[in-house]
Nanobody, 126 residues
Framework: QVQLIESGGGLVQAGGSLRLSCAAS????????MGWFRQAPGKERDFVAG????????AYGDSVKGRFTISRDNAKNTVFLQMNSLKPEDTAVYYC???????????????????WGQGTQVTVSS
């Protein structure tokens, strides 16, 4: 079992930055690939970013490439999402998720993930 708790969300002006954190419980954090997804009101949950168990491979959704960076610190059981140049369309609830496959072929498929956090709200004002 893995429990995930996101933090770092909030209200920011367009062009600003936020850093989300996702703290995981359990000793096996380093065995999981991790992902970030987001869901805006009335929309489907979208893939944002993913990272393999050792951080050697990452992937990003097209809308965030070049602006967001995913990273992880296995010693601290934490995965991060650095978000720069934020836009109003980035407004959503952001979720982190854990995939028990440490080196998945793809990161963007939500049903591949076994555990989910409760989400943190990010609001970008124009």
């Amino acid at each position: 079992q893995v429990q995930l708790i996101e933090s770092g969300g909030g209200l920011v002006q367009a062009g600003g930055s936020l850093r989300l954190s996702c703290a995981a419980s359990g000793r096996a954090f380093g065995n999981y690939a991790m992902g970030w997804f987001r869901q805006a009101p009335g929309k489907e949950r979208d893939f944002v970013a993913g990272i393999s168990r050792n951080g050697g491979r990452t992937a990003y959704g097209d809308s965030v490439k070049g602006r967001f960076t995913i990273s992880r610190d296995n010693a601290k059981n934490t995965v991060f999402l650095q978000m720069n140049s934020l836009k109003p369309e980035d407004t959503a609830v952001y979720y982190c998720a854990a995939d028990s496959n440490p080196f998945p072929a793809t990161f963007h498929v939500s049903h591949h993930y076994d555990y989910w956090g409760q989400g943190t709200q990010v609001t970008v004002s124009s």
